[in-house]
């Protein structure tokens, strides 16, 4: 190399003027390019491999970082100009652009930026966005995290980006090499999956640097469906439509580009921008139909739901799927345009007419415009809903009645609202009397368990503990707003005269038993467990009870195999030597079995056959299924018999409250139910509480059974209720409950007061009482007992009272409703914590330990709060202030004053915060 010229790149310059810049061949490779650190600088137990430090080395290493900046630049047909630098070692003032030249310094004594060359790079690219581009940052401190404007933020996020870009590596490295300032002697920042940091907005440099690293690397990331490269990316900002005095210099202006410019993969740029909390395009919450069903003479009324923008909304339209292609697609070839509201004056709504349309489910799309042409989703991000066209909606909702060997089912005229439905009541959550009966004329009250089925259109009734015997049942339905009523409010007619209003009565008769019966046992287990009935047994038995003279037995099961794993079929223990069974589980969800004997059965009852089985880990705590022999055969049919049906609840033996737990209230509930208070457990309504609470296996509730749960709540163990699983799996919950957890991540710096809700998702129907109790670090967060615990959005003129423990670092809440929540998500309360002025930087979690709603009464899920991590908890992300780039847990830059200033107008040292 022949040191006598400048370059086109720049030139540099030490402290005392010396120029140092070369020529020739143009040279990319210098001493190994990246230089100073080894072929893994992340991994914490590496060190750098740094070269000597005197400022020739350092000055054609800076010099070596400009001209590969360059060559990135010149390939794109960019020539930004050549760039005066001032390098000097031993510097204190930090790195920063201004004026046309970068000024390189050190910020500690030991320690300066000649070798870090994702800083000269980042510099460089302040002075790239200067001279191709236009940039308004207004200067000041900044950090990785937080900046005071949109402006600065987009400044230091596309430096960043283009520091990374330019040396094809996906994370930014500074050296100091003093451990007090930095662990472990680096900072740095990952492009590609930056942990604890919560990088959401336009304003925060992470986030855009990030947006800008996943359009430019491959897709990578389920969030990162781009490829792009620099090629937009340098087209945009180099264009002056988007990047010039006349606009504002952020990342809603390179959005911009990308959209007028025509770039390919709006919707791939706009998942990105997403993942980062930044929406530009208007969004469109859902789209909802009525009536639904809806007949050809009633048309359909779509409504768009949550229509936001950050501009005007100029209209919406409305699209029904007639292309066969999945989601939106408009224009020729396109979905069937079927209006459009550009008024918001009574909501987004159109009119369809469904005149001529045949029965059947049909998909309609909403999609928005605002006023600069700027559209919400389209294709498959396009917001949907399904409506459903049938030939004439019932006059009244009626009932017919079909009895069964194990109980009855009833068909209806159309759907009906299961979600107010109970066969039984408990005072924790005061449903009322029984929606559905059975009586018989000797035989008296029925127990059993009640299903919903065929959308809504049929119930199933199964007794508890065996068929029906012979004799004469009534079935009472009962018409009523909390009782039988269709999905739209409409109450039962239950004499058929069409008047709403009246209870169904109906009967069907039991003839003789005959003489053969095969069963299956109701019983409650819950995900994880093997199924054996009794817990002292091994497998799942169905059972014959006969008067004799039975040798062959074939039968047909159906259960769910989202609930029920099913593995072998063995010969029940007392049949005859030279039985054989032969079965085949090959079809998810169906067991057929056949039973050979050597001689017939004498009378009486037998397990005919054991059935290895598990419930899913994955299975929906607190559903149901009946097990169902819907085939059976004895001696080829030549031996009348029936099938008795088997119940099983998805939940562990004796979890009264259906919370997947074991604690004294719910032996409480068992008790309760002992003495006659109450008829059920709350969160089992329509289940028959013996299944879940007969402990002792009598077919009753006793205080004896509630004993043996208080005894496994306390440890003791008892051997009539199964173990849980050793490994717990995450459990998930059937029905609409409330989620109940804390924010995912908020933050601040020490001394700052930051605001922590408790939020419910799912449905918080039903809500009036809440019970929480949450711990913290008490070193790091810190609640005055005199602090601030107020009502949410979702519960304000609630009642709150709070207590902070001895320690400081447990918080109890106790909260109440005048009235209960009937719906909506949000926070149900709002914790103002202080961050404490010493609190190191980092995160630090906050328990959600427990949470009680009604009294339990409500079940939480599908998220329950566990020991430890769980998805419940809360994170506060404690940042540090800082001078310049250079902390523990953020990094920053010091940048120049907007174009044009005269005066440099950053904060002087002294009246920085360096942080802890």
């Known amino acids: 190399m022949r040191v006598i010229a400048e370059t086109e790149a720049g030139i540099v310059h030490d402290p005392a003027g010396n120029a140092y810049v070369y020529t020739g061949p143009t040279v990319t490779d210098w001493q190994g390019g990246a230089m100073w650190y080894d072929a893994n600088p992340l991994d914490a137990t590496s060190e750098p491999v740094r070269p000597a430090t005197d400022v020739v080395h350092a000055a054609f290493n800076i010099l070596d970082q400009l001209v590969g900046s360059y060559e990135f630049l010149a390939a794109f047909g960019e020539n930004p100009g050549q760039v005066q630098v001032q390098y000097g070692a031993g510097g204190t003032d930090g790195s920063y652009y201004q004026g046309g030249v970068i000024t390189l310094l050190g910020l500690l004594d030991d320690a300066d930026d000649g070798f870090d060359d994702s ?401 299956i046992p109701d019983f409650a287990r819950g995900p994880g467990q093997p199924v054996d009935v009794p817990a002292s047994g091994t497998g799942l038995p169905i059972r014959i009870t006969s008067s004799g003279g039975v040798d062959r037995v074939d039968l047909l099961l159906d259960y769910d195999p989202a609930l029920l794993e099913l593995t072998a079929v063995a010969p029940g223990v007392a049949l005859p030597d030279g039985a054989t069974v032969t079965f085949d589980l090959s079809t998810p969800g169906r067991a057929e079995i056949h039973v050979s004997l050597p001689a017939p059965l004498a009378s009486g009852s037998f397990d005919l056959v054991t059935l290895t089985a598990a419930v899913r880990s994955t299975a929906l705590y607190r559903a149901r299924e009946i097990l169902d022999i819907v085939s059976l055969s004895v001696n080829g049919g030549a031996i009348p018999a029936v099938a008795d049906d088997g119940v099983h609840v998805v939940a562990y033996l004796g979890d009264t409250t259906g919370n997947g737990g074991y604690s004294s209230l719910d032996g409480q509930r068992v008790l309760r139910v002992a003495v006659g208070l109450d008829t059920g457990f709350g969160a089992f309504p329509l289940v028959d509480p013996v299944i879940l609470a007969d402990i002792t296996g009598d077919s009753a509730i006793s205080s004896l059974d509630a004993t043996r749960i208080l005894q496994e709540a306390v440890g003791f163990d008892p051997a009539e209720i199964p173990d849980r699983p050793a490994s717990m799996p995450a459990l998930a919950f059937a029905g609409a409950d409330p989620a109940v957890k804390m924010d995912a991540s908020v933050s601040g710096a020490p001394g700052d007061v930051v605001t922590v809700p408790v939020n419910v998702a799912g449905t918080a129907a039903g809500i009036a009482t809440v019970d929480l109790e949450l711990r913290d670090d008490p070193t790091v967060l810190g609640l005055d007992p005199g602090g601030v615990v107020r009502p949410g959005s979702l519960t304000q003129g609630a009642v709150v009272a709070h207590s902070v423990g001895e320690n400081a670092g447990r918080i109890t809440i106790a909260l109440g409703l005048p009235e209960p929540l009937t719906g909506g998500a949000g926070s149900l309360v709002e914790i103002d914590d202080r961050i404490r002025a010493g609190a190191s930087a980092g995160s630090t979690r906050i328990h959600l330990v427990s949470v009680s709603l009604n009294e339990d009464a409500l079940a939480v899920g599908p998220d329950v709060p566990q020991p430890g991590p769980d998805a419940t908890n809360g994170e506060v992300e404690v940042q540090r202030g800082n001078k310049d780039r250079r902390t523990p847990s953020l990094l920053a830059f010091r940048m120049e004053p907007a174009r044009g200033a005269e005066d440099d107008e950053l904060l002087p040292p002294a009246l920085i915060d360096w942080g802890a």
């Open 119 to 519: 800083v000269i790079r980042h510099e460089y690219g302040h002075f790239v966005a200067d001279q191709i581009s236009y940039d308004k940052s207004p200067g000041g401190p900044h950090t990785w995290g937080s900046h005071i404007s949109r402006e600065l933020a987009w400044s230091e996020g596309w430096a960043t980006f283009f520091a990374g870009a330019t040396l094809d590596q996906s994370y930014y490295v500074d050296v100091a090499f003093d451990s007090s300032m930095i662990q472990d002697g680096w900072l740095d920042v990952s492009l590609e999956s930056p942990e604890g940091y919560a990088l959401t907005g336009d304003g925060v440099e992470g986030a855009i640097a990030l947006v800008l690293w996943d359009i430019f690397d491959p897709a990578n990331e389920p969030h990162d469906t781009m490829a792009a490269g620099a090629d937009e990316i340098i087209a945009i900002v180099s264009d002056p439509a988007y990047f010039s005095a006349s606009t504002t210099c952020t990342l809603a202006d390179f959005y911009e580009g990308w959209r007028g410019l025509g770039y390919a993969d709006l919707e791939g740029l706009r998942v990105i921008l997403a993942e980062r909390s930044i929406v530009y395009w208007p969004t469109i919450e859902s789209v909802t139909g009525a009536p639904d069903p809806a007949t050809p003479a009633d048309g359909v009324t779509l409504t768009a739901n949550g229509v936001t923008a950050t501009r005007a909304i100029a209209g919406v339209s409305f699209y029904r799927e007639s292309n066969g292609t999945a989601g939106l697609q408009t224009g020729a070839g396109g979905d069937t345009h079927v209006g459009n509201d550009t008024s918001a004056s009574d909501g987004w709504t159109v009119t369809v007419s469904t005149d001529g349309l045949a029965p059947g489910a049909y998909t309609y799309y909403a999609i928005a415009e605002d006023v600069s042409g700027d559209t919400s989703g389209a294709g498959t991000a396009a917001v949907s809903t399904t409506s459903t066209i049938q030939d004439a909606a019932p006059s009244t909702l009626t009932a017919s009645l079909t009895g069964t060997p194990s109980g009855f089912e009833v068909t209806f005229s159309g759907a009906i609202d299961a979600s107010v439905l109970n066969l039984y009541d408990a005072q924790s959550v005061a449903m009322g009397p029984a929606d559905v009966t059975l009586v018989g004329a000797a035989t008296g009250a029925v127990r059993g368990t009640l299903f919903v089925e065929d959308g809504g259109q049929q119930l199933v009734f199964v007794r508890t503990g065996g068929v029906l015997a012979a004799d004469t049942y009534t079935v009472i339905l009962r018409s009523a707003a909390d009782g039988i009523k269709a999905t739209d409010g409409m109450l039962l007619d239950g004499n058929g005269d069409g008047v709403p209003g009246d209870d169904y009565v109906g009967s069907f008769d039991v003839a003789v038993t005959p003489g053969v019966v095969v069963s």
